[in-house]
C-alpha cells in the first residue's frame, strides 16, 4: 500500500514540474533528512496533502538554491574585479569598462543616504528650506505664455538709407523747412530716418541748398546747425560736413561765385554756435593747398577776431524778413523811399525791396509812399511815386490786397493828416486819380477816396454863422 503511494505521489509531482524529493538539497547543497521523513512521522496524511505538503517543500528548496547561486555569483565578480584593477591596463576597454560602469554596490552595502539629500524623486521641489530664485521666462518654453509677459511693444525697423537716396529725401525736408522755419519739426524728421554712416552729409546738403538762395536761408540753416548739434548731429560729424564742402568749393564755385565767403561766415557762425570746435581753423593752417579754401578760412578767421565776434557773428546774415521787429522794417521802407527820390533808380529799389523779404508788409510801403506824396511840395515827387508803384505793380512785388490796404489806410486817416497839411485832401485826390490813370489802382479805389466836405457860409444878415 505504501508504495502505491510513493509511485502517485511521485507522479502528480512531475505532472506539476516540480522536483522530486530527492533532489531536494539544503543551503549547503546536502539533502534535508528531516523534510524527507517529515511524511513519515505523518503517516496518516491522506495523499492529497501529503502531496501537496512536498509540492511545498519543493518550492522552499527552489528559491533557497536561487538565493545562493546569486551570492556565490556576486562574491566571484567582485573577486575578479579586484584582481583585474591590479594587473589590467587602465587604457584598455576592459579597464575603462570597470572604472566608468561600476557606480553601483554590488555587496548591498552603501551610505544609506537618501538620493540627491532627499531633494529628489517624484513630486519634490527641492530640499527643505531651499529658496528658488525668479527666473525670466524662455520663448523655447513648451509652456511659455506670451500673452502673460505683459504688454507686447513691437519696434519698427527703419531701413537705412542709400547713398542714392539721401539727397531725394534730404532736399525737400530742407526746402520746407525753409518756408516754416521750424527747427523741431525737422529734428523730429530726422530721428525717423536712418541715415546710418551718411548722417554728415545732411548738414552738407542743408548748407548747399542755402547757398543757392537768400540770406534768410542761410541765416536758418546756421540755426538748424546750431539745435541740431547734440541732439541729432554730432559736432563731429557737423565738422566732417564742412571738412568735404572745403573740399568741394571748385564745385560750389561753378553755381555761387561767391561760396568761400559765405562758406567761411558759416564756419564762423557755427564755431560761434558751438556747433564746430574752437580748434576746427587751427587744423588747417599751413595744411591748405585750395585757394577757394584758403579764402574761406581766412573769411572765417577774419569774423572770429573782430572784437565781441559773438554778439556780431549773430547777425552775420543779417535778420531776415518776418523775424525783424515793424519799426526796424519801417525805418528801412523809409529809408528806400527817400533814396529813391534823390537817385530815382527803380531797379535798386526793388532790389532792396526784395531784401526785405516781407511780402505781407509791403502795404507799409504804399503807406510810406502816399504819405510822402500828401507832405511834398511839389509835382516831382508825385510823378515819381506814380512811377515806382506801376513798376512795383507790373512786377507783381505788390500785390493788388497790399496796394488796397496801403491806400485804404490813408483814407482811413486822411482828417488826421489834414490838421497837419491843409491841402492833404485836394493833393489825396490828383495823386489817386493819376495813379488810376496810369492803371495802379482800381476804380472802386478810385471812388472810395473821401472828398472834402464843403461848408457854405450864409448872408450877413446872418451874422456870419456857418451853416451845416
Not at 302 to 308: A, D, F, I, N, Q
Request: proline letters at 4%.
Amino acid at each position: 500500500m505504501a508504495a502505491e503511494v510513493d509511485q502517485w505521489s511521485a507522479a502528480a509531482v512531475q505532472a506539476d514540474g516540480v522536483l522530486r524529493p530527492e533532489e531536494v538539497e539544503n543551503d549547503d547543497g546536502v539533502y534535508d533528512d528531516e523534510e524527507l521523513n517529515e511524511g513519515e512521522v505523518n503517516g496518516n496524511w491522506t495523499p492529497q496533502e501529503k502531496a501537496l505538503h512536498e509540492a511545498r517543500l519543493k518550492a522552499k528548496a527552489k528559491r533557497r538554491l536561487r538565493k545562493s547561486s546569486s551570492r556565490d555569483s556576486a562574491r566571484e565578480s567582485l573577486s575578479e574585479a579586484v584582481a583585474g584593477e591590479a594587473g589590467a591596463d587602465p587604457n584598455s576597454p576592459k579597464g575603462k569598462a570597470l572604472q566608468n560602469h561600476d557606480r553601483k554596490s554590488r555587496t548591498g552595502k552603501g551610505r544609506g543616504l537618501p538620493k540627491k539629500g532627499g531633494a529628489g524623486g517624484k513630486g519634490v521641489w527641492g530640499a527643505a528650506g531651499m529658496v528658488y530664485e525668479m527666473e525670466e521666462p524662455d520663448a523655447k518654453d513648451p509652456n511659455y505664455d506670451e500673452s502673460a509677459q505683459g504688454d507686447t511693444v513691437y519696434a519698427t525697423v527703419v531701413p537705412e538709407l542709400e547713398e542714392g537716396e539721401l539727397e531725394k529725401t534730404v532736399n525737400p525736408i530742407v526746402q520746407e523747412y525753409f518756408e516754416h522755419g521750424d527747427t523741431r519739426e525737422v529734428e523730429m524728421l530726422l530721428k525717423e530716418l536712418n541715415l546710418g554712416p551718411h548722417k554728415y552729409e545732411f548738414s552738407s546738403l542743408a548748407v548747399s541748398l542755402s547757398l543757392e538762395g537768400k540770406a534768410s536761408h542761410r541765416e536758418l540753416t546756421s540755426r538748424l546747425l546750431s539745435d541740431l548739434v547734440g541732439k541729432v548731429l554730432p559736432e563731429s560729424d557737423i565738422a566732417r560736413a564742412f571738412d568735404k564742402m572745403l573740399k568741394d568749393l571748385p564745385d560750389l564755385i561753378l553755381d555761387t561765385p561767391e561760396a568761400p565767403q559765405m562758406l567761411g561766415q558759416f564756419i564762423a557762425r557755427a564755431i560761434a554756435d558751438h556747433a564746430l570746435p574752437m580748434n576746427f581753423l587751427s587744423r588747417y593752417k599751413g595744411r591748405v593747398d585750395c585757394d577757394h579754401a584758403r579764402a574761406a578760412l581766412d573769411r572765417a578767421s577774419v569774423l572770429m577776431s573782430m572784437k565781441r565776434e559773438m554778439v556780431r557773428l549773430d547777425n552775420v546774415w543779417g535778420v531776415g524778413g518776418g523775424q525783424r521787429p515793424v519799426k526796424h522794417l519801417i525805418k528801412e521802407m523809409n529809408l528806400l523811399l527817400k533814396e529813391y527820390l534823390v537817385s530815382g533808380e527803380l531797379l535798386e529799389a526793388e532790389h532792396c525791396l526784395r531784401d526785405l523779404e516781407v511780402p505781407h508788409f509791403h502795404h507799409e510801403l504804399v503807406y510810406e509812399a502816399v504819405i510822402m506824396v500828401l507832405e511834398s511840395n511839389g509835382e516831382t515827387a508825385i510823378q515819381l511815386m506814380v512811377k515806382l508803384l506801376q513798376a512795383f505793380w507790373k512786377s507783381g512785388l505788390i500785390t493788388l490786397d497790399q496796394m488796397n490796404r496801403g491806400f485804404q489806410r490813408v483814407y482811413d486817416e486822411l482828417p488826421e493828416i489834414n490838421l497837419d497839411v491843409p491841402r492833404a485832401h485836394s493833393i489825396m485826390e490828383a495823386f489817386v486819380d493819376l495813379c488810376f490813370q496810369e492803371s495802379v489802382i482800381t476804380k472802386q479805389l478810385r471812388d472810395a477816396c473821401p472828398a472834402r466836405g464843403r461848408k457854405r457860409f450864409v448872408s450877413e444878415g446872418d451874422g456870419g454863422v456857418i451853416k451845416s
